[in-house]
């Protein structure tokens, strides 16, 4: 197999991205193999539009300097540990649940973020509570 071809494209949706071999595959099948637009456009299926941009981009995927592909985290470490001391004050904060934080404390994170940053700084929202002890009516039922 010659080693500028790459398979065939699986059918994606509309709008998906294509993948970065695919895209690599199409700039080396025109400037190595000198295969015309036309042709790259019917064998991956694409649009005119579509293959140009690739063509014209000139570095990697992913090699943009200023878009590292993840968003900024909406909690800071200060906010969560306010969050965790606001919920640890009494037992009637401490057995609300997330949706229920996240309501009243007004964040402008999802309630996913509030769950996931609050466990990674080590609160759990379960309370180790201990047991009352057995009445003698209720050890004495054990015994029998």
């Not at 080396?28 to 991956?44: D, M, P």
């Not at 299926?45 to 293959?51: A, E």
């Amino acid at each position: 197999m010659d080693p500028f071809t790459t398979p065939p494209m699986s059918p994606r949706l509309p709008g998906a991205e294509i993948r970065t071999k695919h895209k690599e595959g199409i700039r080396r099948l025109f400037k190595f193999a000198k295969i015309g637009l036309q042709q790259l456009q019917g064998y991956y299926h694409l649009g005119d539009s579509t293959v140009r941009k690739i063509l014209l981009y000139d570095v990697p995927e992913r090699a943009r300097p200023t878009r590292t592909g993840r968003p900024r985290e909406s909690l800071n470490e200060q906010e969560v540990r306010d969050i965790i001391e606001y919920v640890c004050t009494d037992h009637a904060t401490r057995v609300l649940n997330w949706i229920q934080i996240h309501d009243e404390l007004q964040l402008s994170c999802s309630v996913k973020t509030l769950k996931r940053r609050c466990k990674e700084a080590g609160y759990y929202s379960c309370i180790c509570c201990q047991k009352p002890y057995l009445t003698k009516t209720q050890a004495n039922a054990r015994w029998l």
